[in-house]
DNA sequence: AAAAATTTAGAACAAATGTTTGCAATCCTT
DNA sequence: AAGGATTGCAAACATTTGTTCTAAATTTTT
């Protein structure tokens, strides 16, 4: 059996090198890094790495050695949040963001920058990009991005999710506001996480 | 002059290519894409966008093109911020995070998880992941990761930070919570932004 | 419309890099 | 310690892929 902590340095330099370079190290790249001697020897590490799943390459081309686990995902900023504003408007997104998958993965994830301050209780500030997952249902408590209509105005907000008696709540976290208790709902999705950068 | 939209589709299928394999495209991959007849020709457009400075690329090396304006960072989380306890101890870091440089940019970042609720008033929580750029010395009203010793207790926190009177505060922003006053402290950063993911 | 400049093509070339092979070294089992 | 299995090495080999060259096509300028 062959040592498990060679094949691990392997693996997480052809994590770094291409982190660090945007492509993938050659197998004379990895010789060189951890000082083996052969080419071969390389090769024969990365084949082996493949043949557990860990990583993925095609056989012939050059440098197209790829992590199996792409550590990060590419999400879609796709406007803002504001009430009484349309959002996804799906021709209006302001580019990709790369996000560590140790944080935020799934499908179908989205951005969105968050404006006003109806959730500050629950520690979501203006400005923030809250990360979310599209889906039509949700739960109880869950914090939601969704679009309503009560008559009296419409939009989609961000806002949490409840259903009691039959009818849904929205319900800011913020004291001075109150809950919206409408008779439907659309879910456009759950938010499971946020960024935030201070000036 | 060269049609500027080809320059913007080779450039964005590089993108795209890289994104959805890991690894660049070849000049023949680029050629397969945008229906161009000679490798000659895809060859000569990626070193205009090289001389552009629209991408790096190495001379000789096999799919070695890489976009200019890397949009990612590697930064380590390097451990937990709790009252009391030490950190930045360089060996205990877990691991690289992957963050998009649009919304987190600088030299000398790093992570570390909040541990607590002494500033859960500025939107930072429990378990929250702070993004901190190293640096000595803050100004009046950053919110700073420090090392301190009052007598009383010592270790590294989250705090605001201000000078006054000769003193240096670090400020809780919990009303439940007391202000440090202190003779001196050791700021190791100052934090410019956060990740939250929800369970 | 002619001339000049630019762009593209086609093909050949050269270099980088993956792959194979045979053997030496090491490790493991008996 | 002997024998087999595994691992590592060195060197040659094969293919991919970047690069160069020349000429044709196209566009721009005069």
Known sequence: ML???????????INRYTDENGFPPTVRDICAELQIKSTATAYDYVNRLKEMGRLQK?????RAVALANSNTVRVPLIGTVTAGAPILASENYEGFY??????FSGDGL???TVKGD?????????GDKIVVRKQETAENGDIVVAMFDDGVSEGATVKRFFVRD???ILHPENSALHDYILDSVTILGKVIGLLRSFR
């Open 166 to 168: 039959g009818k849904y």
């Open 3 to 13: 040592d498990k902590r060679k094949l691990d340095a392997v693996l997480s330099f």
């Open 98 to 103: 790369t996000l560590p998958t140790a944080e």
């Open 110 to 112: 989205f951005l969105l």
């Open 58 to 62: 095609t056989a012939g081309k050059k």
């Open 118 to 126: 109806s959730m500050i209780e629950a520690g979501i500030f203006d």
